[in-house]
């Protein structure tokens, strides 16, 4: 998108501001002024696992049409494991069906004690020393259970992450969501059309329409399951049926696990290209310890938008090829600390990818598990690669430019963004942009708080 000389010399001047602000802001004032900053989109978020916690035990508590319990103790009940970790949640439906012995090992999620909501919370996140990747794969996501299979209010948890996130100034979001393996309150399956037509209609009710973000979803395979291939083709036909919500297809998974490697979906891929057109393809890829060549493998299947691509940085070749914009990679910072792969974010490829010509963008993953937001993402950016006032005006117009919506709704988004952009230089422009932010009301994270003291109201 072309800008307007006036525009471009405003830009350029508010450049220099911005470097000044870096060197005089305190930390939390430049937190503040990041909070304020419009940032285009969230185009890698995964559904559920991206809402935090507080926000699944207030509306699943509070749900009128449904009970949710937790396992909160294990007893001697004949037949009684460990398969299921401590915080396991269930709806009514499947509780009634328990043993009478298993029954006393949950409790209601609405009868939970302070400090058991609050180990509750903590259980789904990553928030304690020696916490990683396997705790997080093996176990978050595990305890769900069933509190995400409520259609009805799963939709709701989304309604609430827009709202948060568009009081951060995020204004679009392409989550991933499976529209499979939903139950009713009886425990009876919910075909994927019913819950296609439960978050449409969601979507379009008022409180959903004042958060001022729009949002679409993408269909998810996990890599590694035995019938992948087929829930390719599943995905694809339900996307090609719901295109009014659904622009995209995602692949997801562990890709340490070597049953889910890129190349085993070659064939399938290239059979739905046959049948199908208009469906985004972003699929993760490189988000492993190892040098390879994933995302290489990854654009092959016809993928333009690249999850992580962590390990791109040991393919030249590949990197080269991506300089031509063709495919964009989507980074996530706090979740490639918290998870491992980069504990030092300053050996992160981020810059490399940034500053070599390799469209990137910044977005939040499962911010729900890492109790993060996007100001946190732009603020690591910020202190630890100096990006400048160029950079992440880019960062958020590439957030929109590579948005699977229509092209119609992407320019809409794309001149809002601009217009959005043009109103914060103003605002910050002149000498006493502290002042400024005094009216600046910053939402902070947990993440903040832990990684660099910030206290802020809570979300």
């Not at 000044?20 to 559920?48: C, M, Q, S, V, W």
């Not at 996130?165 to 392409?174: A, T």
């Not at 969501?177 to 009886?186: E, M, N, Q, W």
């Not at 492993?288 to 938008?305: N, S």
Request: negative net charge.
């Amino acid at each position: 998108m072309s800008l307007c000389p006036a525009y471009a010399a405003s830009a350029a001047a508010f450049a220099e501001r911005f470097e000044e602000i870096k060197k005089t802001a305190t930390p939390r004032e430049l937190y503040t002024l990041l909070f304020d900053l419009p940032k285009g989109g969230d185009l890698h978020n995964h559904g559920g696992l991206s809402t935090i916690a507080e926000t699944w035990l207030e509306l699943a508590a509070k749900d009128q049409r449904n009970r949710f319990y937790t396992l909160t103790k294990f007893g001697n009940c004949a037949r009684d494991n460990d398969v299921l970790p401590r915080f396991y949640t269930i709806q009514r439906s499947t509780w009634e069906k328990l043993p009478e012995c298993f029954k006393g090992q949950y409790d209601a999620l609405n009868d939970l004690t302070s400090v058991q909501k609050a180990a509750w919370i903590s259980a789904l996140r990553i928030d304690q020393p020696g916490e990683g990747r396997n705790e997080f794969f093996e176990l978050i996501v595990k305890r769900f259970g069933e509190l995400s299979k409520d259609p009805y209010l799963a939709a709701d948890v989304m309604v609430e992450n827009m709202r948060q996130f568009g009081r951060e100034h995020v204004r679009y979001i392409e989550s991933q969501l499976v529209p499979t393996g939903y139950i009713d309150r009886a425990g009876n399956p919910v075909p994927p059309d019913e819950v296609a037509r439960i978050y449409a209609e969601r979507m379009k009710m008022p409180d959903a329409k004042a958060t001022g973000v729009n949002i679409r979803f993408q269909d998810v395979i996990i890599r590694f399951l035995p019938g992948a291939e087929k829930a390719v083709e599943d995905a694809y036909a339900f996307v090609a049926a719901h295109r009014d919500w659904w622009v995209g297809i995602n692949m997801a998974g562990r890709e340490d696990n070597e049953k889910g490697y890129p190349l085993r979906f070659l064939d399938t891929y290239r059979k739905m290209r046959r049948t199908y057109s208009g469906i985004g393809l972003s699929i993760h890829g490189g988000e492993v310890d190892l040098p390879g060549r994933q995302v290489h493998d990854t654009l092959l299947l016809g993928a333009t938008r690249i999850g992580h691509g962590l390990n791109l940085i040991t393919d030249p070749d590949t990197m080269l090829l991506m300089r031509d914009r063709r495919a964009l990679v989507e980074i996530n910072l706090v979740s490639n600390r918290l998870l491992e792969y980069f504990p030092d974010l300053t050996k992160h490829p981020f810059p490399e990818y940034l500053r070599t010509g390799i469209p990137v963008c910044l977005n939040t993953d499962d911010r729900g598990s890492w109790d993060s937001n996007m100001t946190d993402e732009y603020y690591t950016g910020v202190t630890t690669f100096n990006l400048t006032w160029d950079e992440i005006v880019q960062l958020g117009r590439n957030s929109l430019e590579w948005a699977f919506v229509d092209d119609a709704t992407k320019q809409k988004m794309l001149r809002a963004y601009e217009q959005e952009v043009a109103a914060f230089e103003d605002r910050y422009a002149t000498s006493d942009w502290k002042n400024k932010l005094a009216s600046v009301r910053p939402v902070g994270s947990g993440y903040a708080g832990r990684t660099w003291n910030f206290t802020f109201p809570a979300q």
